[in-house]
């Protein structure tokens, strides 16, 4: 029987992936889990993926991507006369008033680098995307600071079930911006 070319396969496989990793977590991933929630046979897991690691790397950097775009492409970093304290609280609010169980997925990839050395490349590239795209506003070591600030108003909401509160974000990003 001649191959069948597939050439949505590997994407399948990634998306398929992320599903299984929002509905189970991480420790419910594997080559086979993946296949089924794809329909595609185990072989073309391993054939696109070597690893399993191979493939969080691929469901993370997929994953990562949202909130990434989201501040590259804010009007806050184009026009410098926006409040770019005001727009960061209000993007991070939508972020996390989307879809949670998204926001919760990225998270869970980003903070499985700790444990998965193979990962830490992908976590590092989302900061330095998210950073980077900062740096039209301000100095890169405050980019940076920015970063891990909305890194933990966001954790603390998702970890706690809290509520997200754009006044008490924005005040804090405004004591970083110079």
Known sequence: ??????????????????????????????????????????????????????????????????????????????????????DLARLMGRWIAGDRTAVELEYELYLAALRRPALRPVAAEWTDTVAAALTHRTDPATARALVALMDGLCLQVLLTGGQYDEAHAREMLRRLIP
């Open 1 to 86: 029987m001649p191959r069948r070319y597939d050439p949505d396969r590997r994407q399948r496989i990634i998306d398929a992936a992320l599903r299984v990793v929002a509905e189970n977590g991480i420790a419910g991933l594997s080559h086979r889990t993946a296949a089924a929630e794809a329909d595609v046979p185990l072989g073309s897991t391993t054939y696109h993926f070597a690893s399993l690691d191979e493939l969080l790397v691929a469901a993370l950097r997929q994953a990562g991507e949202s909130f990434a775009a989201a501040v590259a492409t804010s009007e806050a970093l184009t026009d410098p006369g926006r409040d770019l304290a005001t």
